[in-house]
């Protein structure tokens, strides 16, 4: 999403290369081209001025140290100013209450439904919850049946009331429901509304005082830009919600929302959504989006995906196998689909510092590892256990078996052994520690 802002920005800083300190001409040179940069996302203006304002007293009032160049610490100034434009610092959803009760709201076709189940998911599989989806649109019903769907799939119980139309009736009922049932978290799906429909926002303000919810999630798509906070701002004078969730962030946005939204309504934004799965939803970290944005990467939400995926039993087999040099074709594929369950891939690349701007030319898709599995599926057992045996008439049968050349069989052999190399000099606590000094940084 922020791919354009930070070319820009980089392009930005470059205006400090090699410059021995800091003065008015080139801070203001530099954060000319920075409120540009702002400004093309579709950041407000006003929030863009008031930002470069800020940068400039801060940098102004620096003294640069003779170890850290102006460059350096304009990049420092910009990522803390970042991070604090996107409130600072992350805000934690309300469950306290028991059951919690969570109301969404936005705009019509805003992702709210969808949202909803992905909320679900998460709360029910990372903090243990047990969720009540609760089908409030009464005026589509096809938004029930989504709703159903959703938790069809997710295993969450969604409660719903066919005959009756009054939708605050409905959300009392369902909170009853949740006590009388042991759910602990009640997400209330309400019908998308324009914010100038009056009628509209009258009925959800009375869903709001008719059950008194713990969280007033405003739901608002990413790639509306600039609209998204205006439409936040008419929202919150009439419900005063506690916090913005962004979907479609995934998508080719400029990111303005995100970066305006805080300033404007002075909610903070929860979460975001990144995909179509349910599992496509993150709690929003202001600082590590402010680290993406400036090609930082983003090292920490990299291991946090790497853990939700991580099987201890596997992988303390997994260690004393590469140990023993023992790590084969079977533990290098089923390391793959691992990887695969973490999420896209160019996402999970632009985490690593350094690499994510080196590769962002390059095509990575979900698919990019569809030949090296047909590859690896096309061996015998005996060739996946040991890759030794691979000689060339083997490798001849491998490629044809699945319809691929000779030359990428080799390429994949070649892959395996050094990912397995390098996999054994990471279960070597030293080398480990060498290996992450020497990655590149800003």
């Given at each position: ?8 920005l980089?392009?930005a ?19 000319k ?10 950041v ?7 930002f ?6 801060l ?22 100013e970042?991070?604090?434009?996107m409130?600072?610092?992350?805000s ?43 089908a ?9 049946d ?51 429909d009056e ?13 008194r ?29 506690s ?46 989006m402010?680290?993406r944005?400036?090609g ?33 074709f ?7 689909q ?18 994510g ?14 030949h090296?599995e ?23 049968r ?10 990428e069989v ?33």
């Amino acid at each position: 999403m922020f791919e354009n802002l930070s070319e820009k920005l980089d392009r930005a800083f470059k205006v400090l290369k090699g410059q021995g300190k800091i003065t008015e001409i080139n801070v203001a040179e530099t954060l000319k081209e920075v409120r540009k940069a702002l400004l093309d996302a579709d950041v407000n203006f006003k929030v863009a001025k008031t930002f470069t304002d800020t940068v400039k007293d801060l940098a102004m009032g620096q003294q640069v140290l003779t170890s850290v160049s102006p460059n350096q610490l304009m990049v420092k100034i910009v990522h803390d100013e970042l991070a604090k434009l996107m409130g600072g610092e992350t805000s934690e959803i309300n469950l306290k209450a028991n059951p919690a009760i969570i109301l969404m709201s936005g705009l019509q076709g805003s992702g709210k439904t969808t949202l909803s189940g992905k909320l679900a998911n998460m709360l029910k599989t990372k903090r243990g919850k047990n969720p009540l989806l609760v089908a409030c649109d009464v005026y589509r019903p096809a938004a029930i049946d989504q709703l159903k769907i959703i938790g069809g799939q997710i295993g969450v119980h969604v409660y719903e009331e066919l005959e009756n139309k009054n939708p605050v009736q409905i959300a009392r009922n369902a909170v009853s429901f949740a006590k009388q049932n042991g759910h602990n978290v009640v997400i209330i799906d309400t019908a998308g509304r324009l914010s100038i429909d009056e009628q509209m926002m009258n009925e959800i303000v009375a869903i709001k005082d008719g059950v008194r919810p713990d969280e007033i999630l405003f739901v608002v798509d990413a790639m509306t830009g600039q609209d998204a906070v205006n439409t936040a701002k008419t929202f919150n004078d009439r419900l005063d919600f506690s916090g913005v969730v962004l979907t479609k962030l995934d998508g080719d946005t400029r990111g303005g929302a995100a970066l305006s939204i805080k300033s404007v309504v002075n909610k903070p934004i929860k979460f975001v959504g990144l995909g179509e799965k349910m599992d496509a939803i993150d709690v929003f970290h202001p600082a590590r989006m402010a680290d993406r944005i400036l090609g930082m990467g983003d090292i920490v939400t990299l291991v946090e995906r790497a853990q939700e995926q991580f099987d201890e039993v596997e992988a303390a087999k997994l260690q004393k196998k590469l140990a023993k040099n023992q790590f084969n074709f079977n533990d290098f594929l089923s390391q793959l689909q691992q990887i695969k369950k973490m999420g896209n891939l160019k996402d999970l690349v632009s985490m690593i510092p350094g690499v994510g701007k080196a590769m962002k030319d390059i095509d990575i898709t979900n698919d990019s590892f569809k030949h090296i599995e047909a590859i690896i599926h096309s061996m015998t057992p005996e060739e996946r256990e040991n890759v030794a045996v691979l000689n060339g008439s083997r490798r001849k049968r491998i490629a044809a078996g699945c319809g691929r050349d000779v030359q990428e069989v080799n390429k994949v052999i070649t892959q395996f052994e050094e990912t397995r190399k390098m996999m054994r000099m990471f279960s070597n606590k030293d080398e480990a520690k060498k290996m992450m000094r020497a990655m590149p940084r800003r």
